[in-house]
């Protein structure tokens, strides 16, 4: 027999040094390939990120009017506001006061915004002129003047520059997002209102302002400009706490009972396959779920984050069982043994050791879970949540948008060369929203995390 | 065998101390006919031994024949294991401490149990101890637990090493030192018996030393079921040995009496290392 343990020492040594060599070989490939597709991730994800707030950023400052609005007496023709009379009721009152906020509705305000583009621009508008000229400033804002006066009637008479938001198409040609040699037929604005727009560019009255706009109004169809994220911001805010409130309490406890106290028979078998198919289903099986439980035999409203919520919770419980499963299983049975062995019951064993020390993994892995539904589509769709809403929601129960939802909608747009950017920086306000969830995870484990 | 490079100076204090338990022993726990499965196989084949009270009995024998298992069978501690049936009688004070009426958490009160890897809590060294206490409510204000807690550390030989660090965790202490919490850990719930599974397998000679000494010295208040491998070990410290092989209790008797003139052959076998 010729086999290692008859060879001599030197002949050994080298078998051994040949071998090392292929070992290391081996394993400087295996860095290589590691290291080249974190790499490549990492790229990835930069390009992604960098497309993303390249085409977003700009959107968060938008083309805005600084207008010397004269609030001229004889256009604002109104009636003194009413005043709450001795003895008058409450319900009263609001009913007057309600009659001469109507009567201030009335108002033409597109006038005073006219004129203070005319005195901008020391030009005589001629009639057929006025398409033009209001093609400049986005419909939405004679509401502002109108919001304005309601809180301040001083300003009756007065003279004030005002914030005022130019169209959507404005901001399009003032930020070069239109090829500017395109000939008349295929420009989005008349040549009056370009050559107006370019006029009061230079001279300061348009600027790019940071848009308060995107953060503080809903969506909007009539007044582009001014369409903004704050209901869905909201829809999304409640389902999330909805999602949240139902999800992490049930699929925690769920966990610990499957994980720690029940016995193991074919009846837990199954339900854990189960569990870990229902994480594998598409969302938009759930939305289907939903919209038939929720919406078709429970009732509930439609478009409501109340049912976006409940369906998110559907879809998040598995995802927070198995991420609460595995971080208890990761807890080693000697903790168990030990608390056992001191006469604690199983409930104190669970509460008082494992859990704690679960709790970092619990913690991430649930709010990855409500990160993951923050950003779902799919669902949110066949339960309504992509009709147009143009309140705020007040509660879980009104009607509204989600935050992947408006982005989805203003990706469909037809006014592509505006809503380019107001999608991209949708997703830059999802993104934050995500990381920050995912910054609080990491935080809360970083905490809770004991020192073996 | 050669003999134990550190001397126990309390290998006279053993042999004393066993001349009276000897007399006046009282059966504390009896195990009749344990059988013990694992799913369908057999880890034990129907022991019948009796624990004297204020006794040390140790178990020997060959990995995998039982010794861990029969330990856990005396507190019910196999009960946590999933697959695991125990047959058989065991009673602590003449109570069967398998029926159904009676409490584990009771039980496990009376019968504490000391791992054979130290496994203190992540917790700080003085809530280590605390727990036992609290969570039976033997002591629930802070200077009772003050002094529980004190009183376990210095019966445990642990006291002047951790008194001025009872805050940080207990995980943080040596192999040696958790092994000794561990035990203060069991003692402050003042348990009747303590078993021990192998406390010493990790430890090196002085602190298997201490340990060995501080189980002479419980052995005056306590009823002590311990399992080791080092038969220097048995022979300094039990005043009964129990040998185990393949599922079988073969042989129980004085410690003295195992190691010089053992009754069967496999006992005399294992103790002079033919195998095992
Ligand atoms: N949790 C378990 N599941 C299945 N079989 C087990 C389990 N624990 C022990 N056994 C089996 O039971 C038998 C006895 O094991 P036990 O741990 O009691 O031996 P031991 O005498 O303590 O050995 P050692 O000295 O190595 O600790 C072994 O054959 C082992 O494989
Ligand atoms: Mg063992």
Redesign the interface.
């Known amino acids: 027999m010729n086999t290692i343990t008859q060879a001599s020492r030197g002949e050994r040594l080298a078998i051994i040094e040949r071998s090392l060599a292929s070992r290391h070989r081996q394993e400087k490939r295996f860095r290589r390939l590691g290291l080249a597709a974190v790499v490549t991730g990492m790229v990835l994800v930069l390009i992604l990120f960098a497309s993303i707030l390249m085409r977003g950023l700009p959107a968060f400052w938008q083309a805005t009017f600084y207008l010397d609005i004269h609030f001229d007496s004889d256009i604002v023709n109104v009636s003194e506001r009413p005043i709450q009379q001795e003895g008058e009721s409450n319900a009263d009152f609001r009913e007057r006061d309600f009659t001469w906020q109507s009567e201030v509705g009335r108002v033409n305000w597109q006038q005073l915004i006219d004129n203070a583009l005319a005195e901008a621009l020391g030009e005589e508008i001629e009639p057929q002129q006025t398409r033009d000229l209001r093609a400049l400033v986005t419909s939405a804002e004679r509401r502002t003047l109108r919001d304005r006066f309601i809180e301040d009637q001083s300003l009756l008479g007065e003279t004030h520059t005002i914030k005022l938001l130019a169209s959507a198409n404005v901001d399009v040609w003032i930020k070069g997002n239109i090829n500017r040699d395109l000939p008349d037929s295929q420009q989005q604005l008349s040549a009056q209102t370009r050559e107006w727009a370019d006029h009061l560019y230079e001279e300061g009255v348009i600027t790019n302002a940071f848009s308060t706009a995107l953060f503080l109004n809903t969506d909007s169809r009539s007044s582009l400009a001014s369409a903004g994220l704050a209901g869905a911001f909201m829809g999304s805010l409640f389902m999330m706490l909805i999602v949240m409130l139902l999800s992490i309490p049930i699929g925690v406890a769920s966990a610990i009972y499957l994980e720690e106290f029940a016995p193991?028979n074919r009846l837990t078998d199954l339900i854990e396959i189960n569990i870990n198919n229902l994480a594998a289903v598409p969302s938009i099986v759930f939305g289907l779920l939903g919209a038939a439980i929720f919406i078709g035999y429970l009732r509930l409203p439609l478009s409501a984050p109340l049912v976006g919520g409940l369906v998110l919770t559907l879809m998040t419980l598995p995802t927070i069982i198995i991420a609460t499963r595995a971080a208890l299983r990761s807890i080693?049975n000697?903790?168990?043994?030990?608390?056992?062995?001191?006469?604690?019951?199983k409930v104190?064993t669970v509460f008082?050791?494992v859990l704690p020390?679960a709790l970092p993994g619990i913690l991430t892995g649930s709010i990855l879970g409500v990160a993951q539904a923050l950003g779902e589509t799919a669902p949110l769709l066949l339960i309504g949540m992509n009709a147009f809403v143009s309140n705020i929601p007040a509660t879980p129960f009104d009607q509204a948008s989600a935050l992947p939802v408006q982005i989805y909608l203003w990706q469909g747009n037809e006014l592509r060369n505006f809503f380019e950017a107001r999608t991209s920086a949708a997703i830059i306000v999802l993104l934050a929203l995500m990381l920050s969830l995912n910054a609080l995870a990491i935080w809360l484990r970083k905490k809770l995390e004991?020192?073996? | 065998m050669t003999t134990a490079t550190v001397t126990v100076p309390t290998a006279m204090h053993k042999s004393e101390q066993r001349s009276d338990s000897h007399q006046q022993g009282q059966v504390k726990m009896s195990t009749r006919g344990v059988k013990v499965f694992y799913g369908d196989s057999q880890a034990l084949h129907g022991i019948d031994l009796d624990i004297v009270e204020n006794e040390v009995i140790a178990f020997i024998g060959p990995s995998g024949c039982g010794k861990s298992t029969f330990l856990r069978c005396l507190?019910r501690?196999n009960d946590?294991i999933?697959g695991c049936r125990v047959e058989g009688d065991v009673t602590l004070d003449g109570n069967d401490i398998y029926a159904p009426s009676l409490d584990v958490?009771?039980?496990?009160?009376q019968v504490?149990?000391v791992?054979q890897?130290p496994?203190?809590?992540?917790k700080s060294i003085y809530e280590n101890i605390a727990?036992?206490p609290r969570?039976?409510g033997l002591a629930s204000r802070r200077a009772e637990l003050d002094e529980v807690v004190e009183r376990s550390l210095r019966r445990a030989g642990l006291w002047d090493e951790v008194k001025d660090r009872l805050d940080q965790?207990g995980?943080s202490l040596s192999g040696g030192q958790q092994q000794r919490l561990?035990i203060a850990?069991?003692i402050a719930?003042s348990p009747e018996v303590i078993l021990m599974d192998e406390p010493c397998s990790a430890l090196d000679p002085i602190a298997t030393a201490k340990i060995e000494q501080l189980i002479d010295e419980l052995s005056a208040s306590y009823t002590i079921a311990m399992v080791t491998h080092n038969m220097q070990q048995a022979a300094r410290v039990a005043h009964k040995t129990a040998f185990f092989h393949m599922g079988d209790m073969v042989e129980v008797g004085d410690t003295d009496k195992i190691f010089t003139n053992p009754e069967d052959q496999r006992t005399h076998d294992y103790i002079t290392g033919r195998f095992g």
Not at chain 1, 334 to 345: D, K, V, Y
Not at chain 2, 119 to 122: D, E, L
């Open positions: 193991k080693p000697s903790i168990r043994q030990a608390a056992l062995g001191m006469g604690a019951s104190q008082h050791h020390l004991t020192r073996w | 507190n501690m946590t999933p958490v009771l039980l496990r009160a504490g149990i791992f890897k496994n203190p809590f992540p727990y036992g969570l039976h965790p995980t561990c850990r069991t719930i």
